[in-house]
């Protein structure tokens, strides 16, 4: 393996945050193709489950307009799955419409991730908003990725090292409390930030959603879930991490 | 286990400063100062630390730090003030001091950054942009 490995970067904005696709290996340009393939499916997926656009699939289906199609099915049931898993704390049905988004987001990153899977010798490192899902294959470093501090976006509370999974942040420091808590239907506070490393995008989501709505105690609750930890940060500031969080990273 | 214990009076102190900041146009504040004590810790300095109640304007103040193979693991606030209707304004200011120590990001190496959600509007601004940024062609 060289010293300098090449590595090229692409970036689009797509359901209103920016994702970048990082690809190391000898000619990381001919990834090209794969990569524009996972930005189309994203967009496709935008249009299909967005709750912004009136003729998105799903604001359809609400409506009536259209039946459930394979994929909804596919998004409804995996919701539902969410619900059961996170004790209600992940409840697309806590706010005023029917709300899969926290869902949609990791599970079509992860389902358009396919795509680079197929690169083979190629380390790829998919960032959707704030969301990463990487591979590195061996011979190649691990990918570090820089968990910000939510209180100075401009700097680091821990670095993950990651050869093959997810790192997923939920939180209040760039849209506001958006994270709605499914028990009182008010905006959820007492988290500032949680993050969570597993070995998937989807449920390394669902989960920071989850423990964001659920409050600092979460992470208790994280620690019984296998193969997932987690860093909190609560909103007074005090920082907790599940039992397995590992420390030594930075 | 002594830096340990520095850091800990170090972070109820600068809290304590916080809180007084806060007051210091209204009178002198009434922040005591701060020792450690309580310790569950053992030998090899692994163990829960509890900082002193501290005393501020706003009420008292108590920080704990939980210890696991010479690293910091956990920081709590047991007790901080509220019930005086200030208590958003206070966590506001208290908390880059509570938050673990940070690490600058130019200097950590790293390939990408993992946040709550960054919108498109403020990807500009975003460390994730200077990182693509080198590596766009």
Not at chain 1, 68 to 95: I, K, M, Q
Not at chain 2, 76 to 88: A, C, T
Request: charged share 20%; hydrophobic share 40%; glycine share 10%.
């Amino acid at each position: 393996m060289s010293a300098v490995m090449a590595r090229r970067a692409w970036v689009e904005q797509i359901m209103g945050f920016p994702v970048s696709v990082h690809v190391r290996g000898d000619d990381p340009d001919s990834a090209e193709r794969a990569v524009a393939t996972v930005f189309a499916e994203l967009r496709a997926a935008d249009a299909a489950f967005s709750t912004y656009l009136d003729d998105s699939d799903l604001s359809r289906w609400e409506r009536g307009e259209l039946p459930l199609t394979t994929e909804l099915a596919a998004v409804v049931a995996l919701c539902e799955v969410a619900r059961e898993r996170t004790d209600g704390w992940f409840d697309p049905r806590s706010g005023p419409r029917y709300d899969p988004s926290g869902l949609v987001k990791g599970w079509a990153v992860q389902r358009a991730a396919r795509h680079l899977t197929r690169l083979g010798e190629y380390g790829w490192c998919l960032n959707a908003g704030g969301d990463v899902l990487v591979h590195a294959p061996e011979g190649q470093p691990e990918w570090r990725i820089g968990v910000e501090d939510p209180y100075d976006p401009g700097r680091l509370i821990h670095v993950v090292s990651l050869r093959d999974g997810a790192v997923a942040t939920s939180g209040t420091a760039h849209r506001g409390e958006h994270i709605i808590d499914p028990r009182t239907r008010r905006p959820a506070t007492r988290v500032r930030a949680v993050t969570v490393v597993g070995p998937d995008l989807l449920w390394s989501d669902v989960y920071a959603t989850a423990a964001a709505a659920r409050g600092p105690s979460a992470i208790e609750w994280l620690d019984g879930v296998d193969g997932y930890e987690a860093l909190l940060v609560t909103a007074l500031g005090a920082v907790r991490v599940t039992s397995k969080w590992k420390q030594e990273a930075m | 286990m002594r830096r340990i214990m520095a850091w800990l009076g170090a972070t109820v102190a600068g809290l304590v400063l916080l809180f007084s900041y806060r007051t210091s146009t209204m009178s002198t504040p009434a922040a005591n100062a701060v020792t450690t004590s309580g310790t569950t810790g053992t030998s090899d300095g692994n163990g829960t630390y509890e900082g002193s109640v501290a005393q501020t304007r706003w009420g008292p103040v108590q920080v704990t730090i939980k210890v696991s193979g010479g690293k910091i693991t956990s920081v709590d606030v047991p007790i901080y003030p509220s019930g005086n209707g200030r208590d958003q304004e206070i966590n506001a200011v208290a908390l880059p001091i509570l938050t673990q120590e940070t690490l600058d990001a130019q200097s950590a190496g790293i390939d990408t950054v993992s946040g709550a959600t960054v919108t498109s509007d403020g990807y500009k601004e975003s460390l994730q942009a200077a990182i693509d940024s080198a590596h766009l062609s």
